[in-house]
């Protein structure tokens, strides 16, 4: 090079090694910047699969576009490496601050989209409409995003006579190595601690800052008019023809759309292991991009300068074929694998998370590792086509194959979330998909290897299709749906037993075995299996069926249970005689009875405004049912229910046998409820939430303080709002940011417990405090099944509510989109589960219960019979006794003799209990046993044992 020291080229070549940090650090970021991307987008769009694929079609589009388009620009005469370099460096600050003003533009997208909404509907066009108003808003980051790598690749490429394919591939190796830094930084540190804003700004800073690193590069390289040897390096290798090159582009293309489609299948199936939680798509992500890091960077230091790369592509598809089939095979052992790993490491967050991350990695890795070879090996292969010299094509080379296997991955995605996935199901998909590598593989060696190459590989593909009988053995469906993730329910799943039977043992410090005194009904399982099971556009879905034997001779429960992504969403109980249909026997309030019935029923017992209910979520669909058959008749009001997946209301067919909707008020709506509440105007009476799980990721989307503040804006004035919240598995300190999101929003809250389904809670929201009164129409029956027959009844779940709930959360964190602490911190509680429990949670918000509800407008005489039902005698003692003990206990104990039931029984317990903790001996240690079941949440059978305790001084 004529007229630049030896020393100091020397000196600018060592200084351009920087430059794969340089793409590592962008690699981090772009991924960050996708990140909040995507999130902003989906509170917007919805997270439907139509919005979220809109979403990821216009990001991928951009990324296309840039690298062609940038590959021709770079190309020309005069673009020497300190020009590429300025080039690069001024679009890595470019993304910087687009990125700094995106946010702006999304939220000024807000008066469009619900014009659109107005303008039409249907699929097509929302799909359509959104997507081009996604284009708009990311069509400049992301083609310059796309405009990174056949700039900077071209630049690196040239110096000291390096490798097109290799030099490049280290680039895009160091990149996606970047990605996963960024994906494991974003979902496990920047997110959880500083939120969405601030880790914007954290990865714009981090661009500009490479932009002028990459600056003082550009100052220390060649002047123009140097001379290179990468044309003599890359002109060694040889090339496929013209057509064959745009062929081998087309396979490479169908390639890039299998792959993201992997990525797809292979996350939705690994969640029904893992979850679904932030925490777990970070380590899905970062496993896949980790293990395509892996193979570029070996294949481009090792093999992408030597010939043969038609050969080598097709070996590599052969073998993404072989692992994915391996994995394919004992994917549904995985399940049983994490209950192993589980009980071998201690308990807590991280061994946890690590655990989930090698179950992952067991499947993803390998297939992965081979599929990163790919893009260096094609690179290498079409650097070499006679289409154009190479000293003057290489930027164009690398702009043609990226934007080849990006245009390949949005057919894959559609194809894959739309079609393959709704039609196949996951097992048949990842078949597909296994024969569709070994097929691209073939069309490689057919498009450059020998002859006798190409029938090797055939042979290979040939042993693979007759593989597929064997990859076809049916999973163990129960096992997959078994949500083995939720460590707390692991020892149940891993004995085969129901929840509720670990659920009913007592504390052995009682000294009394409850068989001693009252059965419990509970034996092991006799049957279960899985009734429904659908692999949806969003999620898989999936009913079961558990029969459980009693003591009683004859009689049997059946529970059915709705599994989302594996985890229950919606159940139901019922006993029956053994050899009858479930049908005709009797709902039981237990499991989640309770909670969809109130969800529906707490509307009822309110004064509302005129106007329809909406209900988000679908799940078993008995809330629907219930809101929608106890609206008054004479009042012409609709329930409005939307649901994200139209699976979910399929499977709900099991739980309408027993509790059906009126599909005469009904009106079902497939969209996010938060889009819709977003975009349409229209006011409600009454809104109710019932996805309950925080920790859920996209669920965590209603949990906080803007959408609570969409929701009171949707409200007519008097409406009220439901939310449905565990006090399971989550912690104090979770809790208490979703109630100050909420009293951020609404000035009265409060907070119902269950009585059957002690771990959920209720969370009743307006602009005045709840009133009870008794509806104006008649009751739906399933009422009764949950003992709710009046306004007292709903009263005496009510624990904690106005000033009280506000000081609870004071101080808390409020939830809320930009800083969504729940969503990053409920996972972790429910790893860390034993140290919460709805106990624990109810005690730290309410204390111990002994405060009685308000009353006014009530009658207390039935409002203490319903606390005392529900459990809580010293908030009945709070109201004052209506009768004196002693008559109370002997109408007690006669309501007993003439044979009622337990239940029956126990909602004519007295006002006053003191006298019954008087008894010594036997009989206090029977009311320990008693206080257990109540602490426990099963009073009917606390019933028994505090009706055969006398109280002092009288005798039955």
Request: proline share 6%; glycine share 10%.
């Amino acid at each position: 090079m004529t007229g630049i020291p030896a020393v100091q080229r020397r000196g600018a070549e060592a200084r351009l090694a920087l430059l794969p940090f340089a793409f590592f650090l962008t690699g981090a970021t772009s991924l960050v910047f996708e990140s909040v991307w995507f999130r902003r987008l989906t509170i917007l769009f919805g997270s439907t699969g139509y919005a979220a694929a809109t979403v990821f079609t216009a990001f991928m589009a951009g990324l296309a576009l840039g690298s062609l388009a940038a590959g021709r620009i770079a190309d020309r005469p005069h673009w020497d490496r300190a020009r590429l370099l300025r080039a690069y460096a001024i679009v890595e600050a470019c993304i910087g601050i687009a990125a700094l003003v995106l946010p702006l533009s999304g939220e000024s997208l807000l008066p469009v989209l619900a014009l659109g909404n107005r303008m039409g509907h249907g699929v097509l066009w929302g799909a359509l409409f959104r997507f081009v108003l996604a284009l708009a808003v990311l069509i400049v980051p992301t083609t310059l995003m796309g405009a990174t790598l056949p700039l900077a690749g071209k630049a690196f490429a040239e110096r000291g006579g390096g490798h097109l394919g290799s030099e490049a591939g280290r680039l895009y190796a160091a990149n996606t190595l970047g990605a996963v830094a960024g994906t494991l930084a974003t979902g496990f540190v920047l997110l959880p601690a500083v939120g969405v804003r601030v880790t914007t700004f954290a990865a714009a800073a981090t661009n500009l800052t490479v932009a002028a690193l990459v600056l003082f590069l550009a100052r220390s390289v060649e002047e123009p008019g140097s001379q290179s040897s990468l044309g003599r390096t890359t002109a060694a290798s040889a090339g496929p023809s013209p057509l064959r090159s745009r062929l081998a582009l087309l396979v490479f293309a169908v390639s890039g759309g299998v792959a993201m489609i992997y990525e797809e299948v292979w996350q939705r199936a690994l969640q029904l292991v893992i979850g679904s939680s932030a925490y777990s798509f970070a380590i899905l992500l970062s496993s896949y991009l980790f293990g395509l890091a892996s193979g570029a960077w070996v294949y481009s230091r090792r093999t992408a300068s030597q010939p043969g790369q038609a050969q080598n592509l097709a070996i590599a598809e052969l073998l993404v074929a072989g692992t994915a089939a391996a994995g394919l095979l004992f994917l549904d052992d995985l399940p049983a694998v994490f209950l192993v790993l589980i009980r071998m490491i201690p308990q807590g967050p991280v061994p946890a998370l690590l655990a989930q991350a090698a179950l992952a990695g067991s499947v993803v890795l390998l297939p992965t590792f081979f599929l990163g070879m790919l893009f260096p090996a094609m690179l290498s292969w079409h650097a070499g086509s006679a289409q154009a010299p190479p000293r003057h094509g290489s930027a164009r080379a690398i702009g043609q194959v990226y934007s080849a296997n990006t245009a390949g991955a949005i057919v894959g995605s559609f194809l894959g979330g739309f079609v393959l996935i709704p039609l196949l199901g996951l097992q048949r998909s990842l078949v597909a998909l296994v024969v569709g590598s070994a097929l691209a593989g073939l069309a490689f060696a057919a498009l450059g290897a020998s002859r006798r190459g190409t029938l090797v590989v055939a042979a290979a593909v040939v042993a693979v299709i007759a593989f597929v009988p064997s990859m076809s053995r049916p999973w163990n469906l129960r096992a997959m749906n078994a949500g083995v993730f939720r460590l707390s329910t692991a020892s149940e799943v891993a004995a085969g037993i129901d929840q509720d039977q670990s659920a009913a043992a007592l504390p052995r410090a009682t000294g009394l075995q409850i068989d001693d005194v009252v059965r419990t009904g509970f034996e092991p399982v006799r049957r279960s299996v899985v009734l429904e099971h659908h692999d949806g556009i969003t999620t898989t879905v999936a009913v079961t069926e558990t029969t459980l034997g009693t003591r009683a001779p004859g009689v049997v429960m059946t529970a059915y249970a709705l599994r989302v992504n594996g985890k229950p969403d919606a159940s139901l109980t019922v006993r029956h005689r053994a050899g009858e249909p479930p049908v005709t026997g009797t709902v039981l309030p237990s499991g989640d009875m309770e909670t969809q019935v109130l969800s529906g029923a707490l509307p009822l017992f309110l004064d509302l405004p005129a106007g329809d209910a909406l209900v988000i979520g679908w799940g078993s669909g008995v809330t629907v049912a219930t809101l929608s058959r106890g609206l008054n008749p004479a009042e012409r009001r609709r329930v409005v229910a939307v649901e994200l997946e139209a699976e979910v209301i399929r499977a709900s067919r099991v739980f309408a046998g027993f509790v059906a909707p009126d599909a005469r008020r009904v009106l079902t709506r497939l969209e996010d409820g938060r889009n819709l509440l977003l975009l349409d105007p229209r006011r409600y009476a009454a809104i109710v939430s019932e996805p309950s799980n925080p920790w859920v990721s996209g669920a965590s989307n209603l949990f906080t303080e803007e959408f609570f503040r969409l929701v009171r804006r949707r409200l007519a004035s008097g409406g009220v709002f439901v939310q449905w919240l565990q006090a399971y598995e989550i912690s104090v300190d979770s809790v208490r940011s979703v109630l100050a999101a909420l009293v951020r929003a609404f000035p009265s809250v409060t907070v119902l417990r269950m009585v059957h389904s002690r771990g959920d809670l209720l969370l009743v929201c307006g602009d005045r405090p709840a009133r009870w009164r008794e509806p104006a129409s008649a009751l739906p029956s399933v009422l009764a099944t949950i003992g709710v027959r009046t306004a007292e009844d709903v009263a005496s779940r009510v624990i904690v509510s106005g000033q009280r709930v506000r000081t609870f959360s004071r101080g808390a964190i409020p939830n809320r989109d930009d800083h969504p602490f729940v969503e990053f911190r409920a996972p972790l509680d429910l790893v860390r589960f034993g140290r919460w429990g709805s106990d624990v949670i109810v005690r730290a918000l309410a204390g111990r219960l002994d405060r009685p509800p308000e009353a006014a407008g009530l009658d207390r005489a039935r409002l203490a019979r319903a606390l005392v039902s529900a459990g809580r005698p010293r908030a009945a003692l709070a109201l004052g006794p209506a009768q004196p003990v002693a008559r109370a206990a002997q109408r007690m104990l006669e309501a007993r003799a003439a044979g009622l039931s337990e239940h029956e029984a126990w909602t004519e317990l007295p006002e006053r209990l003191a006298a019954w903790r008087a008894g010594p001996g036997e009989a206090g240690r029977r009311m320990a046993v008693a206080d257990a079941y109540l602490a426990l949440g099963y009073p009917e059978r606390a019933a028994a044992l505090y009706l055969a305790v006398p109280p002092a001084g009288i005798e039955p």
